[in-house]
């Protein structure tokens, strides 16, 4: 039945996971399904791949931010 709503209306996603300050991960509220901002901005598919980048980045991002909160 979600699906049938998500199929006619349109997905309705909402913030799950903030990756970086560009990069989130989203998640529909009906039917929840997985969706990532790719390179160029683009709502993709949260594959397996995907996700292990997105954990990458974010332990990128954190490691970068708190040293250089450190610093200053």
């Avoid at 969706?35 to 160029?40: A, F, G, P, Q």
């Amino acid at each position: 039945m979600k699906k049938l709503f998500c199929s006619i209306f349109g997905h309705h996603y909402s913030i799950s996971k903030k990756v970086t300050s560009h990069i989130k991960e989203y998640k529909c509220v009906h039917c929840q399904k997985q969706v990532t901002t790719d390179v160029s901005g683009n709502l993709s598919s949260l594959t397996p791949e995907l996700q292990d980048i997105n954990r990458t980045l974010e332990r990128i991002y954190q490691r970068r931010h708190t040293s250089t909160q450190q610093v200053a």
